[in-house]
C-alpha cells in the first residue's frame, strides 16, 4: 500500500475482471458509509421510509427487521474501521468508478503518531471460507495450527526501541509473519504482547495504554456477540498503533482498528471465529495488566 499527504494510504484492488476481492472490500466499507449516513437520516424521516431506502441500498431479499439489524452493526463498526473517502482511479477520485488499476483511499492509522508502534492481528479460528478448495484450506491450516485455538495470530509488530541492539537504522524491532508463526504456546503469545506494549518495564502509562485498549476490544466483543447476526470476517485482521516515544507517551494516544475485508462475506449467526480470538486476547491482556 502506498501513501501520500501523510494522512492517507492507497490500498491498490485486485483485478475485478477475475478477482471480485476488491469489488467486496469496497462494497463493505460503501456499506458502513451508507449505514452512517441512513442513521443520520433516520432522525428526520419515518421508520417505514428509512426501511424502504435501505432495501435500495442493499438490494437484497430480507425482512426488514434483519435490514434494520445489519445497519445497526455496520454503524457500529464504523469506529472500529478506517475512514473511507472512495476509489481513486487514474487521477480522479470517484466513488462509483473501480477498475484494475484503481485505489481505495483509506485513513492512514498511523498518521498521529511521530513514532507508531503497530501490531497486526489476524483474527479469527480460520483464515479461509467455507467454499475455499481443499489446496487453500490445507496451505492455512499448514501454516499456522495454532490459529485454530487461539482465534487469531500475529501477523507482524513494530516497535519503536533505539536503544535496542536488534533495532533497525530508524529505532525499530520488527517482527513478521514468520516470528509470529513460532509462537506456538499461550506463554508465548503472551509475551510477544508483552514485549509489544513493553510492559515488563511496569511503566504505568504503558500499563494505561494496555488496559485502555483492552477495554476497546471487550466494546468490539460486546459489538460483534450482541448485534452481529450477518457477517463473518475471514482473513480479517484488528491493527493497534499506539506512539512509542517515552516522552510523547499518553493513554489517549491509540488506535484499534478493524482491516482487510476482501473476505467479508454474509453469514448467518455472525462470526464466532473471530470472537473466540477476541476473548483470548482479552483474557491474555487482562493477564498482562493485572500483575
Not at 494510504?9 to 458502513?32: M, Q, S, W
Not at 463473518?232 to 491493527?239: E, V
Amino acid at each position: 500500500m502506498l501513501t501520500f499527504a501523510s494522512k492517507y494510504i492507497l490500498k491498490p484492488l485486485y483485478n475485478f475482471n477475475t478477482d471480485e476481492r476488491g469489488l467486496r472490500e469496497v462494497a463493505f466499507y460503501e456499506a458502513i458509509r451508507d449505514a452512517v449516513e441512513h442513521k443520520n437520516r433516520s432522525t428526520s424521516t419515518s421508520t417505514s421510509t428509512s426501511t424502504s431506502t435501505t432495501k435500495k441500498i442493499y438490494n437484497y431479499n430480507v425482512h426488514d427487521e434483519d435490514i434494520k439489524q445489519n445497519l445497526e452493526i455496520l454503524h457500529g463498526l464504523a469506529q472500529f474501521t478506517a475512514d473511507y473517502f472512495g476509489v481513486i482511479a487514474n487521477s480522479g477520485l470517484n466513488g462509483a468508478l473501480a477498475t484494475s488499476n484503481s485505489s481505495m483511499v483509506l485513513a492512514d492509522a498511523t498518521a498521529p503518531y511521530q513514532y507508531p508502534c503497530v501490531l497486526d492481528l489476524k483474527m479469527g479460528r480460520v483464515t479461509y471460507e467455507p467454499d475455499a478448495s481443499i489446496k487453500k484450506k490445507e496451505s492455512q491450516q499448514t501454516k499456522y495450527p495454532e490459529q485454530e485455538i487461539f482465534g487469531f495470530r500475529i501477523v507482524g509488530m513494530r516497535l519503536y526501541d533505539p536503544s535496542h541492539s536488534e533495532s533497525d537504522t530508524y529505532g525499530y524491532r520488527l517482527f513478521d509473519k514468520k516470528f509470529g508463526r513460532t509462537l506456538k504456546e499461550r506463554q508465548d503469545v503472551t509475551g510477544a504482547l508483552s514485549t509489544y506494549f513493553k510492559l515488563q518495564s511496569r511503566q504505568a502509562v504503558r500499563i494505561e495504554i494496555a488496559l485502555r485498549i483492552l477495554q476497546r476490544m471487550k466494546i468490539l466483543r460486546q459489538l460483534l456477540l450482541h448485534r452481529n447476526k450477518a457477517f463473518a470476517f475471514y482473513a480479517s485482521s484488528i491493527l493497534i498503533v499506539f506512539e512509542g516515544e517515552d516522552r510523547l507517551l499518553s493513554p489517549d494516544a491509540f488506535t484499534i482498528k478493524m482491516i482487510d475485508f476482501a473476505h467479508v462475506r454474509y453469514q448467518s449467526g455472525g462470526d464466532h471465529g473471530y470472537i473466540h480470538g477476541l476473548d483470548t486476547i482479552i483474557g491474555m491482556l487482562d493477564a498482562l495488566v493485572s500483575k
